[in-house]
């Protein structure tokens, strides 16, 4: 578990997640690679299956980043965005991953060091809930079985 | 439209425990529209389910509806070889895929509750209980079998606290509304209208109902 490096995806507004990264890049602020981004028009664009996939594709954590309230560019998507990932909560909870591993936040273009410093924090966060138990039961159950791209019949 | 709503977790889990392939069904009619079994609640479900159990084998499709027979046929491709089929659809889309897989279980994902409309996004609410003899030209338009929770046909009754239900102060009484409603169309006569006993053999006490249709046969 000490070696365990978390694979986190983070869903960044165009208008304020993206370009605080980006701001953090060029202040030379360091956060972890582990974060990986994915650049998204507006934070009310994250969608529930979206983010389900990220988990079940490897993701042991997941941040969506939006404006801050009341500055979206689009007037309410963070708004929605926020309400969409309470959902997404819950959906996790049943489907039993632990709903701390995703995170919405709202940061401002200009609030690049906090932002680095919000990664840095879910990082650790992660780093402490440990690996994604879904995922790794899932790479489990693939490792026995051939490629499902391979086996699956194409429809006409 | 008819609304439903995800059947908790834990039930899901327990109907799918025994299966280890199953075709996942989703409709496109009216459930896609209260946001209950959509394609992309499909794709939701199937996303937990596989978070879930890994083991499982899900084929995902979304019919146009399933309270067809040839919409229920367009996916015995998808249905073949599968131990079970779930699906999304309300109660009738459920039993015609019953009715049509012989040879499969097919369990409900959802619980199909009521008939309404959408208030706002998100919000829906009961507005027809299908009595099969609509009043609503009498009553301006609000159906006191529906939005009366005694389905009273003759006024209000004196649970009315200004002008919300007895039941809940968050439910309006549907007959204040209908009042309301005839004062602001000035046809209060209809509400002196005496409305005989209805002949409830219209409605679910005549039993299971069937509409015949020469014409389109």
């Known amino acids: 578990m000490a070696d365990f490096e978390p694979t986190i995806v983070a869903f960044c507004c165009n208008y304020c997640g993206f370009a605080a990264a980006d701001l953090a890049g060029s202040m030379r602020l360091d956060y972890p690679p582990n974060i990986r981004i994915i650049r998204i028009p507006c934070s009310g664009r994250a969608e529930i299956q979206e983010v389900l996939d990220a988990f079940l594709k490897g993701a042991d954590g997941v941040a969506v980043v939006g404006c801050l309230e009341g500055d979206c560019h689009f007037i309410s998507g963070n708004f929605k965005a926020k309400r969409r990932v309470t959902r997404m909560k819950e959906l996790l909870a049943e489907a039993k991953v632990d709903p701390e591993r995703l995170e919405f936040r709202n940061n401002a273009a200009s609030m690049g060091p906090q932002l680095a410093q919000f990664f840095n924090e879910f990082t650790e966060k992660i780093r402490g809930l440990g690996p994604n138990t879904a995922t790794i039961k899932l790479k489990k159950s693939q490792a026995n079985e051939p490629d499902p791209n391979e086996k699956k019949e194409v429809h006409p | ?217």
Request: a negative charge; hydrophobic letters at 35%.
């Open chain 2, 1 to 217: 439209m008819i609304m439903a709503e995800r059947k908790p977790m834990p039930a899901i889990e327990e109907m799918l425990a025994p299966y280890k392939k199953i075709a996942l069904i989703g409709c496109k009619g009216c459930v896609t529209v209260c946001n209950a079994g959509g394609k992309k609640e499909v794709g939701i479900l199937s996303a937990q389910l596989k978070l879930m159990r890994p083991d499982l084998e899900i084929t995902e499709v979304t019919p146009e509806r399933q309270c067809d027979p040839e919409y229920v046929e367009s996916v015995e491709r998808y249905a073949e070889g599968q131990d079970a089929i779930l699906s999304m659809a309300c109660g009738a889309g459920v039993q015609l895929m019953a009715e049509h897989y012989h040879g499969l279980p097919v369990l409900p994902a959802l619980d199909t509750t009521f008939i309404g409309v959408t208030e706002k996004a998100g919000e829906y609410v009961e507005r027809c209980q299908a009595c099969g003899s609509c009043k609503l030209h009498l009553t301006g338009g609000i159906c006191p079998i529906a939005r009366c929770s005694k389905s009273l046909l003759n006024g209000p009754c004196g649970g009315s606290v200004d002008g919300h239900c007895e039941i809940d102060p968050g439910v309006p009484c549907g007959w204040q509304l209908i009042v309301d409603r005839l004062t602001e169309l000035n046809q209060l006569d209809n509400y002196e209208k005496i409305a005989e006993a209805p002949n409830w053999a219209t409605s679910r006490d005549g039993g299971p109902r069937r509409i015949t249709r020469e014409d389109l046969k």
